[in-house]
Structure formats: structure tokens, C-alpha cells
């Protein structure tokens, strides 16, 4: 059967010290070769794999590459011709700043990456139609649970086995890095963001981050980084956790 085999984000090359310093960080939980990272799965036999890229692109972009060749891209960018500013209070910092900072705390892990399309009306159009062009390759969810008009998609990594209908896909199993699809309505900045676990409290690092966006229902903290691409992009620190949570899209996938 054809799966997804690899969603790969794809960067500007322009700045070599901001690439040193981001793919060092991640390295722990991935493999790195020249300006890029492949994240580690929690299960070898799991699809997709996450990359980052660097390289030749004047827009950022979101690839997913199939089993087959196939691939289908995306540009992250603002298509609306909207301008709206954020809600939320937050000042962006440089990489290197944030990981003076955050080298306080221990990364234990990364839980996702996404991307956010800003819109403002519905579900983006290129989200609904990644939805029918990726689904049935991969375990793809929406989440609230049953909400098929939910604005947030999700990719679990599973097997083959399971992404084909042949084994039955265990919820309990840690599934990282999931990915996240976003269409965003609070904002017309587009935004790619890591979802990363750190030791150490959510109340420890308040003091540390105090230009980050604190959501104190979720324990975690959206620190925003400063960049050449014209997008935000986002670490989200959250506390560590030994339990997945997967099971939240039990029965729910969209096939």
C-alpha cells in the first residue's frame, strides 16, 4: 500500500547562525545532516517522519512525500489579502537568547510540530484539501473529537499496518512527533511551531520567559523567536509528561 512517508518543512538557507543554533538544539531528538534535522520517532516502524530544512526557498513550505514519490507541497503563508493582529500579548526573541534561557530546563522531548494557515472564514481551503489528498495515506485526525469542521488536523505516526486497515491502531502507545494543521482564525501572521517537553515546572519558567504567550489551563508557555521568513515560529514549552495523549483521538480518525 502507498503511505505518507515524510511531511518536511522547508526554510530559508539565508542565516547560518540561526540554522547552527536551531538544529544543535533539536539534535538530541534527531539526526542531523547539512541544514537539516530528521526527528526521532517513538516507534521505528511508525509513518511519517518530521524533517526541517534549510535550504533554497523564498517562502516557507510544507511537503508531504509518499511511500510512491508522490508528493503534494504547500506554501505556509497568508492568502486571505487580510491583515489581523494577534489577540495575544508576546514579543519575539532571538534563537540564541532562547536557548541561553531555556537551557535551564532539560528537553526531554518533542511532542509535535505544525503549521498554521491564517483564515478567517470556515476551514482553509488548502487544509480541506490536504484532508482528501493525505488521509488515507496516514492516520489523520481532527481534534475536538466528531468535529470534521474543526480547525485543528492532526497526524499520528502509526505503521503501515495500522495507516492500511490490517492491524488495529492502539491509542495507548506513545505516538511524537504527531503533526499539527492548523487554520487560524485569531491571526493573519502564518506560524510554524515545536511542541517540545522540558524538566522543570510550568511556574519555573514564568519568570524566565516573560515575553512568551501563558496559557495557564494547558501548563505551557508559546514562546515566539525571531526570524527571517516573514512567519512566526514558535517553541512551546511543556511540562513532561510519562502519558501520551493519543488516546483523545481513539475512533476518530478521517479516512
Not at 545532516?33 to 526521532?40: A, D, G, Y
Not at 510512491?68 to 507541497?73: E, K
Not at 519568570?207 to 505551557?220: C, D, L, Q, S, T
Request: net charge neutral; charged share 25%.
Amino acid at each position: 500500500m502507498v503511505y505518507l512517508k515524510q511531511v518536511g518543512y522547508k526554510l530559508s538557507n539565508n542565516n547560518s547562525q540561526f540554522i547552527s543554533d536551531f538544529l544543535n538544539y533539536l539534535s538530541l531528538f534527531g539526526e542531523v545532516s547539512k541544514n537539516e534535522i530528521v526527528l526521532q520517532l517513538s516507534n521505528k516502524a511508525f509513518f511519517p517522519i518530521t524533517s526541517i530544512l534549510f535550504t533554497e526557498v523564498n517562502i516557507p513550505q510544507v511537503s508531504f512525500v509518499f511511500s510512491d514519490g508522490r508528493s503534494v507541497s504547500t506554501n505556509i503563508t497568508n492568502t486571505t489579502n487580510l491583515s489581523k493582529r494577534s489577540p495575544y500579548l508576546y514579543s519575539p526573541i532571538p534563537l540564541e537568547e532562547f536557548i541561553k534561557r531555556v537551557g535551564l530546563f532539560k528537553l526531554k522531548g518533542i511532542d509535535h510540530t505544525g503549521f498554521n494557515l491564517p483564515y478567517f472564514k470556515g476551514i482553509h481551503p488548502k487544509i480541506l484539501e490536504l484532508r482528501e489528498r493525505v488521509k488515507k495515506g496516514c492516520l489523520y485526525h481532527t481534534f475536538p473529537k466528531h468535529l470534521e469542521d474543526a480547525p485543528w488536523d492532526f497526524i499520528l505516526p502509526g505503521s503501515p499496518e495500522e495507516i492500511s486497515g490490517e492491524a488495529e491502531i492502539n491509542y495507548s502507545l506513545n505516538r511524537k512527533p504527531k503533526i499539527e494543521i492548523v487554520s487560524f482564525e485569531k491571526s493573519s501572521t502564518p506560524l510554524i511551531q515545536l511542541d517540545i517537553q522540558l524538566e522543570g515546572s510550568y511556574e519555573g519558567r514564568l519568570k524566565i520567559f516573560p515575553e512568551a504567550i501563558r496559557v495557564p489551563e494547558m501548563r505551557n508557555l508559546w514562546v515566539y523567536i525571531q526570524n527571517d521568513y516573514g512567519i512566526d515560529v514558535c517553541f512551546v514549552l511543556n511540562e513532561v509528561s510519562n502519558k501520551d495523549w493519543s488516546y483523545h483521538f481513539a475512533k476518530d480518525r478521517l479516512f
